[in-house]
């Protein structure tokens, strides 16, 4: 029959196709190509669109780079057309849009990325390091490097090389609110200096505000990655340890028990939500609370500061931050006793800028995103608003108005710390996820720790687990 | 005595029924004129108008109903004309094992809409020259219904008595007369639901437009509506209550003129 | 059409299945056949077959009685009602099923809260029940019911009314009851769609992600679609979910044959 032989047809050229190089393929790059032209297109792909998710980074492209940049080409001689794709979807869902591009050797010239999908882009061959871009002389001439700091770049970098040019950073801290702690009648210029300052703070409130949740410390698979980035890592570098250093992954470690250990004394003491971490919009309801005044202690990102309970635009307002959102640095277990003998201790992540290493016209795309780093551009891309970004030079002139930012720039920024940008760090950061749901729904911490221990090494190779 | 039991059985069922279905909307009409929504029903702490402006002010909204709407009609008139003819050839066949035939495709459909047939998908798309168009999108969304579609329709066409069609030919009906003058007609429920079905997996559908579209003026409401988040990851709960709303009146619309003009049978005409 | 559209890209998927292949990383590069490993992996782990056992009670409660079941109802029911009664009711079970996933969970997730959620504020239950978390399996039954119950509704309105009114008119001057006619008349006239209708509405209730939206990844609400996800999707490995997605296929199969045996028994 005729579908039964159509089926046999495309049952094998699906397995040529396969086999052949269509899952698997390596181009070469020529960084001179059209170096030249008169005239040239770029597009720029960025997970941001007007009118919804990052919408700011969206017109500032459309209204600033693109017009400036082209006006600027214009004075040289070049006629530049240059494009914007944007995007508004989950960042899993953009990365696996923008993986099929790169993989087709096709799509947009210039792509913003997630500093953790750098080294799995890299292994998959999907981008290059920039030096073989675009040359390694027309990369070393860009004066902007000497303003980003080299932890900043290292979050676009893999291996010791440079993929792209970060666009700003990120770094997380203990926030709590002044009224509750007025309440409670604790200080309202707290800054902890280990965890039990945190524990006994949160018992105060328990025994005397209640109906108010003293904790929220982010826990459980439902929360995702929220849950590694505000719980599980910035404890794990405040006992002591990077999730990967050295080659190894950390297993059934002391600093591992240590942070489940402190999830336990949480969660099995009434501290915090217990049922609220498994709940699927249990971040959101976290924010609701706090923004409300039902929630004292909470861990985040600086997002939560712009993003959150930003009193016009936040996702769960608060008309009197400024007065009632207290924040203080992240302490270690112990003085002294974080990563590099700190005393206080972050975790950072932030995007940035690749060029797609199949571009028609890499050195022109290599002019457009130093374009887009430049001085002017990066405060122009602020658009008035106070972020983090790459630049020092910027960040020393705009954080000034925003006591909050120019404090995780100034005093946390030095102590941050960065995930690993491998392939098997999501399997990682799910088993670091579940062991915190265990010690929530009761296991004991060194049973959790065990079973996160035997987690890892089927996911890496018991081989590249320090236990 | 039966009647009247019968009839408040029948309101019971019905009250029951609305209550079911309306109390999870009830939020799709508080939200959105909240200026703060929450994860409860609450009338509005204040009320605004502002989501519905913003949504207005979105450059992309109105774009991407009307690119739903190109995406579903499209769909449906190919998966309808298509599953028509290959469910009234099956049904009128005597092909040895068609029914499994039939069933495997379904459950190849299956794995097609999934999202690990994501890269064959993307990369046949690619080579054929049809990233970011509408027909691309089209294409796939066919190929991924049309068997369950042809599933739904075969037991239509299958109750049509061969009888009709013969008394047609012996009038000299020549088969595509006979499709239209008298299957068609006959199975127009049947036609009507994949129609509507076809319509609401089309409308619904995130992943395959995603993937394969690029420039944003293409882009159809069911990806739109996945923008209206933060860069955290947070849902600005307004934005997306509204735009709900708007999102889901042109189906309904389409479907009570669908139903109403081409859901029942019409009995007057052929003796049974 | 079918053949590009459909079974080049099915068996292509199926293919995947064989190979360690993942959507970034080294193995994104070269992916390697690894034969029928990632078969043994889903079936030597337990939390596998737990999650079978959940998508098996799960597409029972919520497909084959609940949608199958209510979708006949509300088809029976609104056959003869007044008309803008039909079509409020109409609209409304179509609006469940129109929806956009992620709105739905947000809908849903109101319904259910613990702290202002619809269901609590009127059962009065104070403290409030965390029903996603306490019983998520029940919530996630219930949530496809109201999901999905208009497809099987839309399908048996069409199935009834291509009955010819004549049986059913014969029926009532023969004095039959309700039951009756349902029974003699009805039933045998729809029975073939009755029969596609819990077969699609299994096979699209086992690929059916939407419930994850509102449960997490509740260990107790895991069902194989969010399986799938958990173990194959978050670490970008295609290869698995590919082969997990033929687990899946035969195991419709499988069940598609037990059905239609219990038919051909109870039809024949």
Redesign the interface.
Same mark, same amino acid.
């Given at each position: 029959m005729t579908i039964g032989r159509f089926v046999a047809g495309a049952a094998l050229l699906a397995v040529t196709m396969a086999t052949t190089g269509c899952l698997g393929k390596d181009s070469p790059t020529d960084s001179g190509q059209n170096a030249d032209a008169k005239e040239f297109s770029l597009t720029i792909a960025a997970n941001s669109i007007s009118g919804g998710k990052n919408a700011a980074g969206a017109d500032w492209i459309e209204k600033y780079v693109i017009p400036k940049f082209i006006e600027d080409q214009r004075a040289k001689g070049r006629t530049a057309k240059v494009t914007f794709q944007p995007s508004g979807a989950s960042d899993e869902d953009y990365k696996s849009k923008i993986a099929l591009d790169l993989r087709s050797g096709s799509g947009a010239d210039i792509y913003s990325i997630d500093g953790i999908w750098v080294g799995e882009f890299a292994d998959a061959g999907y981008i290059k390091p920039l030096d073989d871009v675009v040359g390694k002389d027309k990369v070393d001439a860009w004066d902007g490097w000497k303003q980003i700091p080299p932890s900043v770049q290292g979050n676009m970098s893999y291996e010791g090389k440079r993929f792209g040019v970060p666009s700003g950073t990120d770094g997380r801290v203990i926030y709590f609110n002044k009224k509750l702690f007025a309440d409670a009648g604790l200080p309202t210029t707290w800054q902890p200096t280990s965890w039990d300052d945190i524990i006994s703070a949160a018992q105060t409130i328990k025994s005397r505000l209640p109906g108010v949740t003293p904790i929220q410390l982010n826990a459980g698979t439902a929360m995702g990655e929220a849950t590694t980035m505000q719980g599980a890592l910035p404890l794990l570098v405040g006992a002591g340890q990077e999730i990967w250093s050295g080659g190894k992954w950390q297993g059934n470690t002391q600093a591992v028990r240590d942070m489940l250990g402190l999830y336990e004394r949480v969660y099995s003491a009434g501290l915090g939500d217990n049922v609220l971490q498994q709940d699927a919009k249990g971040r959101d309801k976290s924010f609701q609370a706090f923004a409300e005044g039902r929630m004292a202690i909470l861990l985040e990102g600086d997002y939560f500061w712009r993003g959150v309970v930003e009193p016009q635009k936040g996702i769960a307002k608060m008309a009197d931050r400024n007065d009632k959102v207290g924040y203080a640095k992240i302490p270690a277990i112990r003085p002294s006793a974080g990563i590099r003998g700190q005393s206080f201790v972050s975790m950072s992540g932030g995007g940035g800028h690749v060029l797609n290493p199949a571009s028609k016209f890499k050195q022109q795309a290599w002019e457009l995103l130093q374009f887009m780093n430049g001085k002017d551009a990066t405060v122009a891309q602020l658009a008035g608003a106070a972020r983090i970004t790459q630049r020092q030079d910027v960040n020393n002139e705009v954080l000034a108005g925003d006591p909050m930012l120019s404090f995780v720039a100034k005093e946390v920024l030095p102590l941050t710390a960065y995930r690993p940008g491998f392939a098997v760090y999501p399997r990682v950061s799910q088993a670091l996820q579940q062991a915190t749901l265990d010690v929530v729904g009761g296991t004991k911490t060194a049973d959790a720790a065990a079973a996160y221990a035997k987690a890892v090494e089927t996911i890496v190779g018991a081989d590249k687990v320090a236990n | 005595m039966m009647l009247v039991v019968k009839r408040i059985l029948t309101y019971v069922v019905m009250g029951v029924g609305t209550a079911f279905f309306a109390l999870p909307v009830l939020w799709l009409l508080s939200a959105p004129l909240d200026d703060t929504p929450t994860y409860a029903v609450r009338p509005p702490r204040t009320f605004s108008l502002d989501n519905f402006a913003s949504i207005m002010d979105n450059r992309y909204a109105v774009a991407s109903l009307v690119n739903s709407t190109i995406l579903s009609l499209g769909t449906m008139v190919l998966v309808v004309s298509a599953a028509a003819l290959a469910a009234y050839a099956l049904s009128r066949a005597r092909v040895p094992g068609r029914d499994a035939l039939i069933y495997l495709l379904l459950l190849l459909s299956s794995v097609v809409t999934g999202t690990a047939a994501m890269v064959p998908i993307f990369l046949l798309i690619f080579q054929l020259g049809l990233i970011d168009s509408h027909f691309g999108v089209i294409l796939v969304l066919t190929g991924g219904l049309l068997p369950a579609a042809i599933f739904l329709l075969k037991d239509f066409i299958d109750t049509i008595p061969p009888s009709f069609e013969e008394s047609a030919r012996v009038f000299g009906a020549s088969p595509l007369q006979i499709l239209r003058q008298i299957v068609v007609p006959v199975a127009r429920p049947g036609l009507a639901t994949i129609a509507v079905w076809t319509v609401v997996q089309v409308w619904g559908s995130f992943l395959t437009p995603f993937i394969l579209l690029r420039d944003p003026d293409k882009q159809p409401a069911a990806v739109l509506v996945r923008t209206f988040y933060t860069e955290g990851g947070s849902p600005n709960l307004g934005l997306i209550a509204a735009f709900s709303l708007l999102y889901s009146i042109p189906v309904v619309l389409m479907y009570l003129l669908a139903w109403s003009r081409y859901g029942f049978r019409f009995h007057g005409g052929i003796k049974t | %059409?079918?053949?590009?559209?459909?079974?080049?890209?099915?068996?292509?998927?199926?293919?995947?299945?064989a190979?360690n292949?993942?959507?970034?990383?080294?193995?994104?590069?070269?992916?390697d056949f690894v034969g029928l490993d990632n078969f043994e992996r889903a079936l030597t782990d337990q939390t596998f077959y737990h999650s079978l056992w959940l998508t098996l009670i799960f597409v029972f409660g919520s497909a084959v009685v609940g949608q199958n079941g209510?979708g006949f109802?509300?088809a029976w029911?609104?056959r003869d009602?007044r008309k803008w009664?039909r079509?409020?009711?109409?609209?409304?079970?179509?609006?469940?099923?129109?929806?956009?996933?992620?709105?739905?969970?947000?809908?849903?997730?109101? %319904?259910l $809260?613990?702290?202002?959620?619809?269901i609590n504020?009127l059962l009065g239950t104070v403290p409030g029940i965390?029903w996603?978390?306490e019983y998520p399996l029940l919530s996630i039954i219930v949530f496809n019911i109201?999901r999905g119950t208009a497809?099987s509704m %839309?399908?048996y309105?069409?199935?009834l009314?291509?009955i010819?009114?004549?049986h059913l008119e014969t029926a009532r001057l023969a004095g039959s009851?309700?039951t009756q006619t349902l029974r003699d008349v009805v039933f045998p006239?729809i029975k073939?769609?009755a029969l596609?209708n819990t077969?699609?509405i299994t096979?699209?209730t086992?690929?059916d992600f939407t419930p994850f939206?509102?449960?997490?990844? $509740?260990y107790d609400a895991e069902i194989i679609a969010t399986f799938?996800y958990?173990k194959?999707?978050?670490?970008?490995e %295609?290869g698995y979910?590919?082969a997990i997605?033929?687990l899946?296929?035969l195991m419709?199969?499988l069940l598609?044959l037990v059905y239609l045996r219990v038919a051909r028994r109870r039809l024949a």
């Amino acid at each position: 029959m005729t579908i039964g032989r159509f089926v046999a047809g495309a049952a094998l050229l699906a397995v040529t196709m396969a086999t052949t190089g269509c899952l698997g393929k390596d181009s070469p790059t020529d960084s001179g190509q059209n170096a030249d032209a008169k005239e040239f297109s770029l597009t720029i792909a960025a997970n941001s669109i007007s009118g919804g998710k990052n919408a700011a980074g969206a017109d500032w492209i459309e209204k600033y780079v693109i017009p400036k940049f082209i006006e600027d080409q214009r004075a040289k001689g070049r006629t530049a057309k240059v494009t914007f794709q944007p995007s508004g979807a989950s960042d899993e869902d953009y990365k696996s849009k923008i993986a099929l591009d790169l993989r087709s050797g096709s799509g947009a010239d210039i792509y913003s990325i997630d500093g953790i999908w750098v080294g799995e882009f890299a292994d998959a061959g999907y981008i290059k390091p920039l030096d073989d871009v675009v040359g390694k002389d027309k990369v070393d001439a860009w004066d902007g490097w000497k303003q980003i700091p080299p932890s900043v770049q290292g979050n676009m970098s893999y291996e010791g090389k440079r993929f792209g040019v970060p666009s700003g950073t990120d770094g997380r801290v203990i926030y709590f609110n002044k009224k509750l702690f007025a309440d409670a009648g604790l200080p309202t210029t707290w800054q902890p200096t280990s965890w039990d300052d945190i524990i006994s703070a949160a018992q105060t409130i328990k025994s005397r505000l209640p109906g108010v949740t003293p904790i929220q410390l982010n826990a459980g698979t439902a929360m995702g990655e929220a849950t590694t980035m505000q719980g599980a890592l910035p404890l794990l570098v405040g006992a002591g340890q990077e999730i990967w250093s050295g080659g190894k992954w950390q297993g059934n470690t002391q600093a591992v028990r240590d942070m489940l250990g402190l999830y336990e004394r949480v969660y099995s003491a009434g501290l915090g939500d217990n049922v609220l971490q498994q709940d699927a919009k249990g971040r959101d309801k976290s924010f609701q609370a706090f923004a409300e005044g039902r929630m004292a202690i909470l861990l985040e990102g600086d997002y939560f500061w712009r993003g959150v309970v930003e009193p016009q635009k936040g996702i769960a307002k608060m008309a009197d931050r400024n007065d009632k959102v207290g924040y203080a640095k992240i302490p270690a277990i112990r003085p002294s006793a974080g990563i590099r003998g700190q005393s206080f201790v972050s975790m950072s992540g932030g995007g940035g800028h690749v060029l797609n290493p199949a571009s028609k016209f890499k050195q022109q795309a290599w002019e457009l995103l130093q374009f887009m780093n430049g001085k002017d551009a990066t405060v122009a891309q602020l658009a008035g608003a106070a972020r983090i970004t790459q630049r020092q030079d910027v960040n020393n002139e705009v954080l000034a108005g925003d006591p909050m930012l120019s404090f995780v720039a100034k005093e946390v920024l030095p102590l941050t710390a960065y995930r690993p940008g491998f392939a098997v760090y999501p399997r990682v950061s799910q088993a670091l996820q579940q062991a915190t749901l265990d010690v929530v729904g009761g296991t004991k911490t060194a049973d959790a720790a065990a079973a996160y221990a035997k987690a890892v090494e089927t996911i890496v190779g018991a081989d590249k687990v320090a236990n | 005595m039966m009647l009247v039991v019968k009839r408040i059985l029948t309101y019971v069922v019905m009250g029951v029924g609305t209550a079911f279905f309306a109390l999870p909307v009830l939020w799709l009409l508080s939200a959105p004129l909240d200026d703060t929504p929450t994860y409860a029903v609450r009338p509005p702490r204040t009320f605004s108008l502002d989501n519905f402006a913003s949504i207005m002010d979105n450059r992309y909204a109105v774009a991407s109903l009307v690119n739903s709407t190109i995406l579903s009609l499209g769909t449906m008139v190919l998966v309808v004309s298509a599953a028509a003819l290959a469910a009234y050839a099956l049904s009128r066949a005597r092909v040895p094992g068609r029914d499994a035939l039939i069933y495997l495709l379904l459950l190849l459909s299956s794995v097609v809409t999934g999202t690990a047939a994501m890269v064959p998908i993307f990369l046949l798309i690619f080579q054929l020259g049809l990233i970011d168009s509408h027909f691309g999108v089209i294409l796939v969304l066919t190929g991924g219904l049309l068997p369950a579609a042809i599933f739904l329709l075969k037991d239509f066409i299958d109750t049509i008595p061969p009888s009709f069609e013969e008394s047609a030919r012996v009038f000299g009906a020549s088969p595509l007369q006979i499709l239209r003058q008298i299957v068609v007609p006959v199975a127009r429920p049947g036609l009507a639901t994949i129609a509507v079905w076809t319509v609401v997996q089309v409308w619904g559908s995130f992943l395959t437009p995603f993937i394969l579209l690029r420039d944003p003026d293409k882009q159809p409401a069911a990806v739109l509506v996945r923008t209206f988040y933060t860069e955290g990851g947070s849902p600005n709960l307004g934005l997306i209550a509204a735009f709900s709303l708007l999102y889901s009146i042109p189906v309904v619309l389409m479907y009570l003129l669908a139903w109403s003009r081409y859901g029942f049978r019409f009995h007057g005409g052929i003796k049974t | %059409m079918i053949g590009v559209f459909l079974v080049f890209p099915g068996l292509w998927t199926l293919y995947i299945g064989a190979t360690n292949f993942r959507l970034t990383g080294v193995s994104a590069r070269e992916p390697d056949f690894v034969g029928l490993d990632n078969f043994e992996r889903a079936l030597t782990d337990q939390t596998f077959y737990h999650s079978l056992w959940l998508t098996l009670i799960f597409v029972f409660g919520s497909a084959v009685v609940g949608q199958n079941g209510l979708g006949f109802t509300l088809a029976w029911a609104l056959r003869d009602a007044r008309k803008w009664i039909r079509r409020t009711l109409e609209a409304l079970v179509l609006l469940a099923w129109i929806l956009p996933s992620s709105v739905v969970a947000f809908l849903w997730i109101a %319904m259910l $809260d613990r702290d202002g959620g619809t269901i609590n504020a009127l059962l009065g239950t104070v403290p409030g029940i965390a029903w996603t978390v306490e019983y998520p399996l029940l919530s996630i039954i219930v949530f496809n019911i109201w999901r999905g119950t208009a497809f099987s509704m %839309m399908l048996y309105s069409a199935a009834l009314s291509s009955i010819p009114p004549s049986h059913l008119e014969t029926a009532r001057l023969a004095g039959s009851s309700g039951t009756q006619t349902l029974r003699d008349v009805v039933f045998p006239h729809i029975k073939r769609h009755a029969l596609t209708n819990t077969l699609l509405i299994t096979l699209w209730t086992f690929n059916d992600f939407t419930p994850f939206l509102i449960t997490a990844s $509740d260990y107790d609400a895991e069902i194989i679609a969010t399986f799938i996800y958990n173990k194959a999707i978050v670490g970008g490995e %295609m290869g698995y979910s590919g082969a997990i997605s033929l687990l899946v296929l035969l195991m419709n199969l499988l069940l598609a044959l037990v059905y239609l045996r219990v038919a051909r028994r109870r039809l024949a």
